[in-house]
């Protein structure tokens, strides 16, 4: 199978997941409509089946009329139920074509939100607005404490995951990186990397975990260093518990500029 973003909005991807023996494809946040079937037109392709990680309108808003349109199958959050098909939740299993998808439950960014994990061949992670390259989500609906158990549990994965997240935000969050790790080599290379294709107009996707791990300050808020800076930057106390170095580190970004 073939993996690839189609733009949408300002700073969204929809990623497409396209079967090798069949013009058969799948989509994965759908927050438009329009961007999906034209993409099809074009390419003759049939859509069959969606992945949605969370309400937010930016990944479901074309869901309704792509299921109407195409009959697809909709996996997704069991509340949505005007939208998905077949309701998921932790450990259950979607054949994708030839791949096999485990359900994830990562509330934080939205208490709703799931990720699709993959650990056939090379792993494949869709972290819809959970993890992002060099980022993550904003704390929307759950708490600091949710929110850090999804970067724990998906920093569990293998290190070789590739992550595909729906949003191009990975020069800012590289921006505030920086911020907290300076020297951090591991960055300042990915910053480099991703600003040459961010000008070539490239998506800097998909990320994998063990940059990640060295880059990503929502799975380094147990850095020393790292959580003194955006301690210093929100004026407050350095923590001395993890979900609150955790919590500092997600308001030091919200207040970043
Ligand atoms: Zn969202």
Sequence with gaps: MNLLPLPAFQDNYIWIIED???SDIWAVDPGSAKVVI???AQHEKNLVGILITHHHND???????????????VYGPKHLKHLV????????????????????ETPGHTLDHLCYFSDQATPILFSGDTLFKGGCGRIMEGTPKQMLAAMEKLSALPDN?????????????????????PD?????ESHLASTLLREQNKPTLPSNL???????????SHNPSLKT??????????????????????RAKDTFS
Excluded: M, W
Aim: charged letters at 25%; aromatic letters at 8%; a negative charge.
């Design 20 to 22: 090798k023996d069949s």
């Design 38 to 40: 034209e993409y099809c």
């Design 59 to 73: 990944h479901t808003g074309g869901v309704a009329k792509l299921k109407e349109q195409t009959n697809c199958l």
């Design 85 to 104: 098909t077949h309701p998921i939740k932790e450990g259950d299993e979607i054949a994708v074509f030839t791949r096999v998808f485990s359900v994830l």
């Design 161 to 181: 995951t590739l992550v595909y997240c729906t949003h191009e935000y990975t020069l800012a969050n590289y921006r505030f990186a920086l911020s907290l790790e």
């Design 184 to 188: 951090n080599t591991d960055l300042i």
């Design 210 to 220: 063990d940059l990640e791990k060295k880059t990503n300050p929502f799975l380094r």
């Design 229 to 250: 800076q955006a301690a210093q930057q929100l004026k407050e106390e350095v923590a001395t518990n993890s979900v609150e170095s955790f919590s500092q580190v997600r």
